[in-house]
């Protein structure tokens, strides 16, 4: 069972209390270990219900949810299936509970009755697997939104988990924030073999992922590389997503008759396509 | 209305060891009916800066002028100017705290003192500036909708103030695609249709490059660039420098170029890029 | 800006006194209390003096920062010094004059109640200028563990105490930028009578309520994702340990007390 480490949806359905409307029905994935992929939606889209079952936050209505081979509809299982699959949220001032950095790094660790001299090294690796060291005696107030992101990261890292859900933990925070948070995790999905579940309504971080699901109205839509799922922008437009500006030029140069190679994503992929398509007079 | 800024520094904390200098000697100009984007890096001085045009900080020293009326003068009445400049916070649907959407928007108007009537007006008024329809919205509780939703009520309670000039800190900031699509089309009408001069502050180069006509770029404290967006946008170095991106059709303008294609250097919006790239196409295949 | 607050009036330096264990300077605090009620001469309260003075050299505290909790008090200490000496019935009179009558019991009385209540200011401040609230908190859970058995909630206390320092810089701050948005919807906080400022208070309050709960509801939401499941089986990172300065420490108090004791026998 310990070598399975696959999250497993099966045919999911999850209905809110008091809800005619399923928030989300009949999602089916499954999630590679060491996998980065990307849930894509706008609010309400069921994309925040998607990450808090993978946690077992939530119990599915319908279907099950498998994390690492542990089902989350049995209860004496969900402190097994939290430690592994570890969660970080929007609002980086709401999930911090410590009064130190350090302490708060240790709260995981203290919940899951690691011994005490353990937990020195596993939060000092933590913290510099995070690049966060020389802020383990600061206090979180004088963080800033990226770092303090970097702090929860490291509080989920601590436990050793296999997944990290990131449920739109960039959502609040400025551009150099955003990208502070999400090379941190790229690195550990990376270096670590960390599966990343990286829900975000910013199209240009989940142009990064290995594969991309766009959820709407409670179902999966679209799935596949980024390049795969950004090339039908006229899709992704109606369900209110952005496309990157490089794709949506691309198709409109495309419809304009320009022959250009399909999957265009970054500034540069197009530089290479015009320089193929135009070559310049004086190269010749 | 005109804003003039000069020579303004502001410092927190004076005094103590912790003081530390968030503006830093800043002078600018803002005429009637201008549409300008302040960007920089957090902790530019941005947010500290439109809280001064509020009136809402005093200037450690410099003045903030409008109309050429001292904003911090002696026997100014400050309420009723800061009523002509209205200011949207970041994140201003926490600041939403009425039982109904219309009570709400009615804060600001019952402050000014205008009568029921008027404060009706207003009301209605508001709730149409920001596209949300009054016979479904006014008698529901504001904490019952959408993000997206609560932000433009907090939008409406400024703007049932008539300010002339708006001034908005981070207005699609944690917004989806389409909750942002809605607020900037909703300025975008409230400059054009109702001549109302909006100062926006934003991280994101995107929305400036769609709506700004004039770009005041700040770090530490300084005005670095105040300009045209295409002029500024051309400068990939300088913004860079200071942590800041370009539109990306700025900077496939900028790579073209320096792979020897002959292009205008000042180009940011994706049509302009069409068209320039469909004429190399088109140019290269006729020789 | 509020984001440099200081947290209570706690004194962050190091010293011999700030690194005592926290259980120990609690249960050192009590018994200060206890020595303060025993002392009866003024023997006893030079011995006392002396002893808060030597603490406050070792905790590299200066000696005016204590001086400083009295401050708010002093009302309170010259009330009692004055009604003591007024109203303590005595025989060996002073100075009398037209309704006033000062007698030497009357000022006895009058000087031991208002040092006893200094004393209690500024010993119970010496805790708090040295020991840090999460240390405190700490020492604290850990003294109440006993009263578990009795359904006590020590542990959730702590926990509680804990969340609200880590949440008051947040809240302050929060506290701040709603004050400047309804400002900027020209709302008044400043003047009017009390019936009207109370109620200029309605939009300050309900959104950092709303706020409070949104927040609530967010990280007891994080704290069950990191396993959060009350105090049961949960170790800690920061053991607290008995050294030989805590055994020094208790050594000096069982010393004051001795002397209280002993001089109050034969005087």
Known sequence: MQTDTRVQLNDVSYTYEEQAQPALSGVSAVIQPGEFVAVLGHNGSGKSTLAKLLNALYIPTEGNVLVCGYDTREEKLVWEIRQRAGMIFQNPDNQIVATVVKEDVAFGLENLGVPTEEMLPRIESSLSAVRMSKYADTAPHMLSGGQKQRVAIAGILAMEPSVIIADEATAMLDPSGRKEVLETIRTLNRLKGITVIWITHFMEEAAQADRVLVITDGRIRLSGTPAEVFDRVDEMREMHLDVPHMTALAAELRAAGMPLKSGILTVEELVEEVERLCPLKSAT | MSIEVSHLTHCYSEGSALRTVALNDVSFRIEDGEFIGIIGHTGSGKSTLVQHLNGLLKPSSGQVLVDGEDLNGEHVNRRALRQRIGLVFQYPEYQLFEETVAKDIAFGPKNQGLSADEIAERVRYAMDCVHLNYEKYAERSPFELSGGQMRRVAIAGVLAMRPSVLILDEPTAGLDPRGRDKILTMLEELHAREHVTIIMVSHSMDDMARLADRLIVMSEGKIVADGLPREIFAREDMMTSIGLDVPAAARLCAQLRTKGYDLPADLFRPEELKEQVLRLWKEGSAC | ?267
């Open chain 3, 1 to 267: 800006m509020l984001n440099n607050i200081t947290m209570g009036q706690y004194y962050p330096v190091d010293s011999k006194v700030h690194r005592l264990d926290p259980r120990i300077k609690l249960i050192l605090t009590i018994v200060f209390i206890v020595a303060v009620f025993m002392a009866k001469t003024f023997a006893g309260y030079a011995l006392i003096l002396g002893f808060v003075w030597m603490t406050s050299r070792l905790a590299n505290v200066p000696f005016r920062m204590l001086m400083r909790g009295l401050k708010p008090l002093r009302l309170i200490i010259i009330l009692t010094f004055l009604l003591n000496l007024f109203f303590t019935q005595g025989d060996t009179v002073w100075i009398e004059f037209w309704v006033i009558r000062i007698t030497k019991e009357g000022f006895m009385q009058a000087a031991f109640y208002s040092l006893r209540l200094a004393f209690l200011v500024v010993g119970t401040s010496l805790l708090t200028l040295t020991t840090s609230p999460v240390a405190l908190s700490d020492g604290i859970e850990i003294l109440l563990t006993p009263l578990k058995k009795i359904h006590f909630p020590a542990h959730e206390l702590a926990m509680m105490m804990t969340i609200a320092l880590r949440f008051i810089p947040t809240l302050l701050e929060e506290t701040d930028k709603i004050m400047k948005a309804q400002m900027a919807r020209g709302a008044d906080f400043e003047s009017g009578n009390l019936l009207s400022r109370a109620k200029a208070m309605v939009p300050l309050l309900v959104p950092l309520f709303v706020s409070a709960f949104r927040r609530a509801g967010d990280l007891a939401m994080a704290m069950e994702s990191r396993c959060y499941h009350g105090g049961e089986g949960r170790t800690r990172l920061r053991v607290l340990k008995i050294t030989r300065n805590d055994w020094i420490a208790c050594g000096a108090m069982a010393v004051l007390l001795g002397l209280i004791i002993l001089e109050g026998i034969i005087l």
